[in-house]
């Protein structure tokens, strides 16, 4: 492999100001207004089945529920917190 060497060397310029490329993008946020942030996941508390049918009781035995059902779901509802 030969080395072919040139008559003459290219000049190294600096270039203008006016023909400078466009700046760089950079992924930081020069604002005020923060990201959007992700949607909270709602976590559920694990209840046994004996703590629902315990609170549905309960319910039923105040008087103020409705069929067994909706007692449990009911229950089910307050224990679990939804």
Do not use: C, D
């Amino acid at each position: 492999m030969a080395i072919r060497k040139t008559s003459k060397p290219t000049p190294v310029t600096k270039a203008s100001p006016s023909k400078s490329a466009p700046a760089a993008v950079t992924p930081i946020r020069n604002s005020a207004v923060p990201p959007k942030a992700a949607p909270a996941v709602r976590k559920t508390a694990i209840v046994t089945h004996e703590a629902i049918a315990i609170r549905a009781f309960e319910i039923w035995k105040s008087g103020k529920g409705g069929s067994s059902l909706q007692n449990w779901q009911q229950a089910e509802r307050e224990l679990k917190g939804l």
